[in-house]
């Protein structure tokens, strides 16, 4: 499964590829750190949806992470590269 940020435009930017459920929140709150610096998450809810999508608030109100299948996603961004992935491990190590 894949881990995308949903930002506040509804927009969906890839974060990391391959993840698996018990790794996501850890990649959550690490790109949380390097897309908001500043930002502090004090809790982390998640829940799985009737899409078997995983989401995961961290605080924010209006953007979220979602881990999900790559067929589930809808307005993503394109033309990003990944954050952090299984062949990228320059700062992810899971």
Known sequence: M???????????????TDVEEKNAVRLAIDDLGRRYPE????????WWDDLHRYWIDYGSHIEFYILQEEKYT???VEDEKPACNRHNKDYCDI
């Open 2 to 16: 894949n881990l995308y940020f949903l930002d506040r435009k509804d927009k969906q930017h890839l974060v990391s």
């Open 39 to 46: 930002m502090k998450s004090y809790y982390q809810r998640t």
């Open 74 to 76: 809808r307005n993503v």
